[in-house]
């Protein structure tokens, strides 16, 4: 099993940023990969970022590249996504995710763990 913690969510102006994070405990063999998801209010989850734990590689949706950067800290069990730049339309509640290996961000349901999500709101 995989314990996932996010924290960090709030609200911000355009053009400000905030720093997510995810705390993962549990198994360590099935977290070898984490990402972030975002659900806005009356939208489906669609995903934002991935981090490959092993190598530190990364994948990005492209409405936030070049904003969002995800990273990793293994001593810590942590992942975190810094977003700059932030737009009204990346308001929504973020969920962390982990799976043994890096699945789709198109297809929410092929992650096995999910956190309980963190709000963010981005006022214009």
């Known amino acids: 099993q995989v314990h996932l913690v996010e924290s960090g969510g709030g609200s911000v102006q355009a053009g400000g940023s905030l720093r997510l994070s995810c705390t993962a405990s549990?198994?360590?063999?099935?977290?070898?990969?984490m990402g972030w998801f975002r659900q806005a209010p009356g939208k489906e989850r669609e995903g934002v970022a991935r981090?490959?734990?092993?190598?530190?590689?990364?994948t990005y949706v492209d409405s936030v590249k070049g904003r969002f950067t995800i990273s990793g800290d293994n001593a810590k069990n942590t992942v975190y996504l810094q977003m700059n730049s932030l737009e009204p339309e990346d308001t929504g509640m973020y969920y962390c995710?982990?799976?043994?290996?890096?699945?789709?961000?198109?297809?929410?349901?092929?992650?096995?763990?999910w956190g309980q999500g963190t709000q963010v709101i981005v006022s214009s």
């Open positions: 981090i490959y734990l092993s190598d530190g590689d990364t």
């Open positions: 549990g198994n360590t063999y099935s977290r070898k990969c």
């Open positions: 995710v982990a799976d043994v290996s890096c699945r789709s961000l198109v297809v929410a349901s092929h992650w096995g763990y």
